[in-house]
């Protein structure tokens, strides 16, 4: 029979009394009139109170005639009579006592058969035995503590049944082993209803049968102990785990060895010692393989604890060099996917500088994690590591998989995301190449297994919203790297099929429109991305600015201009975009024909930004109106200011050529330039 301590369905109070009882008869074994032969015995040997007598034989007939309340009554009035004030002497006391003891037991037993509470008769018995019940013979003595036994018990004195029954162990010459086994038993079941309410008492319970008990008992006593323990409130988890590794050292045989191992586990990982963890680790996976896989991974706590502390920054890594748990591990070999041990096995490479390790590692981890968060954290802790190369080296094996669908989208994210950050536009845009949106993200994005249709929802929301961001990132490295017409579909992607609503992605995607796309799509972006923008004056600026470009190519020169001026008198707008937006004033003007107008814009910018790129831009531009103007004087000096002031300015070359082709200004420009 399965003897597990772990908690159970307790069977009711009653039917642990009628088994006891009925136990207790045999063990007993009464004779009508035992009691009886033991007084006139006691008569024949010494002068007692001849009431005392009469009353026991009294008590004793009431007892046979079912008359328990009186029969309760008079032997109370007997135990008085003898009890510490009275005037008999301890002789005649200790010649009494078995007499005393017996009617009592009788009294009880009659109690229990009849339904009736029998603890507090059984008390007196059990104190009578204890004074005067020296001479019964032990297997008399016994029998009647298994009986008193039952009755404290169905009363709920689970200590005082323990008690009485530890005494019986104790005077156990003449126990056979069938009453010995019930005691056994009735301990047991004791224990255990005691684990919730006093698992102190209930553990020593269990101490009792481990001394006391066969092999077998007792093994499941001590594991009874264990869960003790574990019961107990006020236990640390130090100690539990200490209590259950005890038990499967002691016990590694027992059929509960591996459930008790798998706690050690789980309560020395609550403990932060992950030492004492990683000793339970062999048996348990010795007896997973033994015994199938248990109800708990035992490898996955103490995972979960190491990767906490791979993260901190005062944990050497190193440690792990001599443990179970990379050797168990280490043996797996390919048929390791768990990404959290993934992650830890890169880490390790990493810190013992094992590169070849490392690239097997490395790549199974980015096959068999999904978690942007396990990338990013390892990519942390990698940048700690030596120079920081082993970062790099997981980057680029990510990067080399841009278009490997069997890699996530979040661990292609999370690389993305890094590189961004480190403004490495160039290594994006080298690895997509010539790749599509498709090729990355695929031509669909949506996640299977949902097992709800909300859940479904949430996980379509989230995987749409890391396509959206993982596009945005490709997209704006073509930008940075100089393919901006080429980005322009990237972005639609992003923001058209997978829902980009960021302001940042809107302007950009309008930005573009506007550079590369239809005038119909541009208008439709810049006004999308001003929808988005409401009411916050800062990203307003941006989209007023491609709103004034689109008004220029339109000719609505009007509206630009009056978009332009809300951007140089927005307080909350920097002064490069107010620079470029006074310059794109004077150009409204100069495609107008307005020079006078123009030249009057361009000299504001300076005012703005004087270190702006715009004020070289606006010095080439009001040359150029001088010139319109027929006064080349002043078109040589803005060109000759323009060489001077910002020589690496790509409209150097441009005001330089001007500016020698000027007519009957050569000379003056040569000496200008020459001062």
Same mark, same amino acid.
């Given at each position: ?40 015995? @006691? ?84 104190? *009578? ?56 038993? %009735? ?18 319970? %269990? ?107 005062? *944990? ?12 168990? !591990? ?20 990493? @810190? ?104 479904? @929802? ?32 990237? *972005? ?64 609505? %020169? ?31 003007? !100069? ?54 002031? !910002? ?29």
């Amino acid at each position: 029979m399965h003897t597990s301590i772990r908690p159970h369905r307790r069977p009711p109070v009653m039917m642990i009394v009628i088994m006891v009882t009925l136990g207790c008869a045999l063990a007993i074994d009464w004779k009508s009139a035992s009691a009886q032969d033991v007084v006139e015995a @006691a008569q024949e040997a010494a002068s007692v109170p001849a009431n005392t007598l009469d009353e026991l034989a009294q008590v004793r007939r009431l007892i046979q005639s079912d008359e328990l309340s009186q029969a309760s009554d008079r032997l109370d009035k007997v135990d008085q009579a003898l009890g510490p004030a009275q005037s008999v002497s301890q002789a005649d006391r200790q010649r009494i006592g078995p007499a005393m003891v017996l009617t009592h037991a009788m009294l009880g037993q009659a109690l229990t058969q009849n339904g009736q509470s029998s603890a507090k008769t059984f008390r007196r018995c059990l104190t *009578w035995l204890d004074d005067a019940g020296a001479d019964l013979p032990s297997s008399r003595r016994n029998g009647i503590r298994m009986a008193a036994a039952s009755a404290l018990a169905a009363d709920g004195d689970f200590s005082g049944a323990t008690q009485c029954l530890a005494n019986a162990l104790a005077d156990a010459d003449e126990l056979d082993e069938t009453h010995r086994q019930w005691i056994h038993t %009735f301990l047991m079941r004791s224990a255990k209803r005691q684990m919730q309410t006093d698992p102190a008492a209930a553990a020593s319970t %269990f101490a009792l049968v481990s001394r006391t008990a066969s092999a077998e008992v007792a093994a499941t006593a001590d594991l009874g102990a264990a869960w003790c323990v574990l019961s107990n409130p006020d236990a640390s988890p130090a100690e539990i785990g200490k209590a259950m590794a005890d038990f499967v050292r002691k016990h590694p045989d027992h059929g509960d060895a591996l459930v008790a191992a798998n706690q050690a586990i789980q309560h020395f990982v609550l403990a932060d010692d992950w030492r004492s963890a990683d000793t339970m680790l062999p048996f348990a996976m010795t007896k997973k393989a033994d015994a199938g896989s248990p109800p708990t991974d035992p490898t996955a706590s103490l995972t979960s604890m190491l990767v906490l502390k791979a993260k901190s920054d005062d *944990w050497d890594l190193l440690e792990l060099a001599d443990s179970h748990w990379l050797e168990h !591990f280490r043996s797996q070999a390919e048929r390791v996917t768990d990404s959290e041990a993934c992650a830890l096995l890169v880490l390790l490479d990493a @810190a013992r500088d094992l590169p070849d390790a490392f690239d097997v590692d490395a790549q199974r981890l980015i096959r068999n994690t999904d978690n942007a968060d396990t990338i990013r954290w390892v990519q942390t802790r990698l940048s700690s590591i030596g120079d920081g190369t082993f970062a790099t080296i997981l980057s680029s094996k990510i990067l080399t998989g841009l278009t490997d669908t069997d890699i996530s989208i979040p661990v292609k994210l999370a690389a993305c995301r890094r590189l961004a950050a480190a403004s490495d536009w160039s290594s994006i845009a080298a690895a997509l190449s010539d790749a599509t949106a498709d090729d990355v993200v695929g031509q669909t994005n949506t996640p299977a297994d949902a097992v709800s249709p909300e859940d479904q @929802a949430f996980a379509e929301d989230q995987a749409n919203q890391e396509s959206a961001e993982l596009l945005s990132i490709l997209a704006e490295s073509l930008v940075q790297d100089g393919r901006g017409q080429q980005s322009h579909a990237w *972005w639609i992607r992003a923001v058209d099929d997978f829902g980009d609503t960021r302001i940042t992605s809107l302007l950009r995607l309008a930005e573009i429109a506007c550079q590369h796309g239809q005038r119909d799509e541009a208008a439709a972006r810049v006004l999308a991305a001003r929808q988005a923008a409401g009411n916050d004056t800062a990203k307003l600026v941006f989209v007023d600015l491609l709103d004034a470009d689109l008004s220029i190519r339109a000719l609505r %020169f009007g509206h630009a201009r009056d978009l332009l001026e809300s951007v140089v008198r927005n307080p909350h707008a920097i002064t490069t975009l107010r620079g470029r937006a006074q310059w794109l004033i004077g150009e409204t003007y !100069f495609l107008q024909q307005d020079y006078a107008a123009a030249i009057d814009a361009y000299r504001l910018v300076e005012g703005i930004d004087p270190e702006s790129p715009w004020v070289a831009a606006s010095l080439v531009q009001a040359g150029k109106s001088f010139e319109h103007l027929g006064r080349t004087q002043s078109a040589s000096m803005c060109y000759g200011n323009l060489v001077r002031r !910002f020589g690496d300015s790509p409209h150097s070359e441009l005001a330089r050529r001007r500016l020698a082709n000027l007519p009957a200004a050569s000379s003056q420009a040569d000496s200008t330039l020459k001062r």
